[in-house]
Nanobody, 124 residues
């Protein structure tokens, strides 16, 4: 079992930056691939970024490529999402997810555990 707790969301102006964190419980955190997803009002939850268990492989949604960076610190059982050049369309609840596998995946169906989410609001 893995429990995930996101933090770092908030209100920011367009062009600003935020760093989200996701703290995970469990001794085997390093054996999980991790991901970030987001859900805007009235829309389905969508993939944002994913990272393999070693951190060697990372994939991003086209909409955030070049602006968002996913990273992990296995010693701290934490992953991060650094977001720069934020746009109003990035406004959503951001969710951290863990999958019982080593490789990074982009489909939400591949993830077994989810956090409660953290709100990110970007004003224009």
């Amino acid at each position: 079992q893995v429990q995930l707790v996101e933090s770092g969301g908030g209100l920011v102006q367009a062009g600003g930056s935020l760093r989200l964190s996701c703290a995970a419980s469990g001794r085997t955190f390093s054996r999980y691939a991790m991901g970030w997803f987001r859900q805007a009002p009235g829309k389905e939850r969508e993939f944002v970024a994913t990272i393999s268990w070693t951190g060697a492989n990372k994939y991003y949604a086209d909409s955030v490529k070049g602006r968002f960076t996913i990273s992990r610190d296995n010693a701290k059982n934490t992953i991060y999402l650094q977001m720069i050049s934020l746009k109003p369309e990035d406004t959503a609840v951001y969710y951290c997810a863990a999958r019982e596998g080593l490789s990074a995946r982009v489909s939400r169906d591949d993830y077994n555990y989810w956090g409660q989410g953290t709100q990110v609001t970007v004003s224009s």
